[in-house]
């Protein structure tokens, strides 16, 4: 079982950055695939990035450049860096983990309450 617990979220202005944090607990979360997701309102869940326990990363296409997402295995942590944040990624970000390699294509089994990000123009 792992509990996830995000952190970083707030308002900001169009450009500027934000990093989120998501804290995990259990002593396993080195072999733990991560990844953020966002939902933006009446919108669907959507893949952000993801991190393997192998350095693999992976992001969607609408965050590439922007965003990044690494990991500190020391501290059971994982972090999405976001840069040149638009409006259009305002939504509520969450955490998630599960226990295979696959950064994408997978179900994710556990996940955080969310954090909210707000871009205004």
């Known amino acids: 079982q792992v509990q996830l617990v995000e952190s970083g979220g707030g308002l900001v202005q169009a450009g500027d950055s934000l990093r989120l944090s998501c804290a995990a607990s259990?002593?396993?979360?080195?072999?733990?695939?991560m990844g953020w997701f966002r939902q933006a309102p009446e919108k669907e869940r959507e893949f952000v990035a993801g991190?393997?326990?192998?350095?693999?990363?992976d992001y969607a296409d609408s965050v590439k450049g922007r965003f990044s997402i690494s990991r500190s295995n020391a501290k059971n942590t994982v972090y999405l860096q976001m840069n040149s944040l638009k409006p259009e990624d305002t939504a509520v970000y969450f955490c998630?983990?599960?226990?295979?390699?696959?950064?994408?294509?997978?179900?994710?089994?556990?996940w955080g309450q969310g954090t909210q990000v707000t871009v205004s123009s």
């Open positions: 998630a983990a599960h226990s295979g390699i696959a950064v994408r294509g997978r179900r994710y089994d556990y």
């Open positions: 259990g002593q396993t979360f080195n072999s733990y695939t």
């Open positions: 991190i393997n326990r192998f350095g693999y990363t």
